[in-house]
């Protein structure tokens, strides 16, 4: 009897495991599943970043401010909706461009509200973040279009 219920219980696992994921792979979901979920949120993102680089290299705070903003808003969506992308090509250069996009909207937002040198210090450090923010992205889109 216990061997009965011991091959039931290992052709249940194998029914029911592979249906969970895990993994370093997403749990299988496909290139157009993920982008159909997350692809629009994906592209605004790269509109953002892209808007917050030039409007910060603009030093138009109003409008840096609002653009900072919205990148930081966007990356914590991102982080909670598209991580982790289900290809790990894809997956790094995302999580980097997050990360970093982060690290530079908080330098731009505390830069933007100080003066002086040390609000010149936040602005620059801001700027490189995005920068590298930027180039991790275009790493990310350049991944994603070469996911298969």
């Known amino acids: 009897m216990?061997?009965?219920?011991?091959?039931?219980?290992?052709?249940?696992?194998?029914?029911?495991l592979p249906a969970c994921g895990g993994g370093d792979s997403g749990g299988g979901t496909s290139k157009a599943a993920?982008?159909?979920k997350n692809g629009a949120l994906v592209s605004a993102y790269s509109r953002d970043l892209s808007d917050a680089v030039n409007t910060i290299n603009q030093g138009q705070r109003n409008e840096t401010t609002g653009s900072c903003q919205q990148v930081s808003d966007d990356a914590k969506d991102l982080k909670k909706q598209a991580i982790p992308v289900p290809n790990s090509a894809v997956d790094a250069p995302l999580r980097?461009?997050?990360d970093l996009?982060?690290?530079a909207a908080g330098h731009c937002l505390k830069?933007?509200?100080?003066?002086?040198?040390?609000?010149?210090?936040?602005?620059?450090?801001?700027q490189k973040d995005f920068a590298d923010a930027r180039k991790s992205m275009d790493d990310a889109e350049a991944a994603i279009s070469a996911w298969s």
Do not use: C, P, Y
């Open 34 to 36: 993920w982008q159909k």
């Open 111 to 126: 830069g933007a509200g100080s003066s002086g040198s040390e609000g010149a210090r936040e602005v620059e450090a801001g």
């Open 2 to 16: 216990r061997r009965l219920a011991a091959a039931a219980l290992a052709v249940t696992a194998a029914v029911l």
């Open 96 to 98: 980097k461009a997050i």
């Open 101 to 103: 996009g982060v690290s």
